[in-house]
């Protein structure tokens, strides 16, 4: 009985195989593709899915489609495309996915087959932000290289309107001072001495603080944010009692693209290509070639 099951199932094998094995006998191995990598254009609707809320209107979800797709093009593009493949992975498992969302994300990038967003005729890896400080950042600024210089500050008002706007942060200097860690100087344990070991020291056009010194050491405006979790580097910051009241304006880094304007331009019937030629006034949106 045992022989008689064996030779059942190596039959059923031979029957699943035998078209393949048929491909390479009549055409050689060469024309069977054993591993193939799904399309770039397929990874771009989880992409925009995971990067947008989903109740963005059509036309960010658009300009958004054309940034996701400029960033898998630029520069590495086997190495942009691992890590874009990676990140839509992780998304999945952590998150459900809206099927309408995902839907309007597919139909956002068919709408935008091929457009990428170039500078001297290359793509490049433009920034976004979810919303500002009602401008956004000069690149060269901020950055503090010329290899940002395309990407210029410009009005985005619309994000005076956000929730983000203005937001008080309170934290206790303990806490501060916990994730401050070896930024303070060592005798910093008696609490009441933090405040007096942050100052900024520069700022940029747009309000974002580009510098700071902590205690014997200088951040950049950003890490400073990353390491407290304040939702942006265009801040003050002032003691009162025994805490740090940090006011923030918008979230995220200021430079490039603003959601919230962004959607805000979509509202008033501006399309994709608008949206992001205001945002990116030194770029141009292009038709790549297959």
């Known amino acids: 009985m045992k022989e008689y099951l064996k030779y059942l199932a190596a039959a059923a094998l031979l029957l699943l195989f035998l078209p393949f094995l048929l491909t390479v006998l009549l055409s050689g191995k060469e024309s069977v593709e054993i591993r193939r990598e799904p399309d770039a254009e397929m990874l771009l609707p989880v992409t925009v899915c995971r990067e947008v809320p989903e109740e963005a209107p059509e036309a960010l979800l658009q300009a958004q489609a054309i940034l996701a797709r400029s960033r898998l093009l630029a520069e590495d593009q086997k190495k942009n495309f691992s890590r874009f493949l990676e990140e839509n992975m992780e998304y999945e498992q952590q998150y459900r996915m809206s099927p309408e969302f995902l839907e309007r994300c597919r139909q956002a990038v068919a709408d935008t087959a091929g457009l990428v967003l170039t500078v001297g005729g290359k793509a490049v890896e433009a920034p976004y932000f979810s919303s500002g400080s009602g401008k956004t950042r000069d690149g060269g600024e901020a950055m503090g290289t010329e290899t940002y210089a395309w990407i210029v500050s410009v009005d985005s008002s619309a994000d005076t309107g956000s929730p983000d706007y203005s937001r008080e942060i309170r934290m206790s200097e303990k806490k501060a001072a916990e994730l401050l860690g070896g930024q303070l100087y060592d005798d910093s344990s008696g609490q009441k001495e933090i405040f007096s070991q942050l100052a900024v020291l520069s700022t940029d056009s747009a309000g974002y603080v580009t510098e ?52 805000a331009m979509a509202r008033e019937g501006k399309t994709a290509e608008e949206i992001l030629m205001h945002y990116f006034p030194q770029a141009s949106v292009t038709q790549i070639q297959d």
């Open 212 to 263: 700071m010194e902590v205690g014997g050491s200088r951040l950049s405006g950003e890490k400073f944010r990353q390491i407290l979790g304040l939702p942006s580097s265009c801040f003050t910051v002032q003691e009162e009692e025994g805490e740090l009241i940090f006011l923030c304006r918008g979230r995220g880094h200021g430079l490039g693209m603003s959601q919230y304007g962004a959607a």
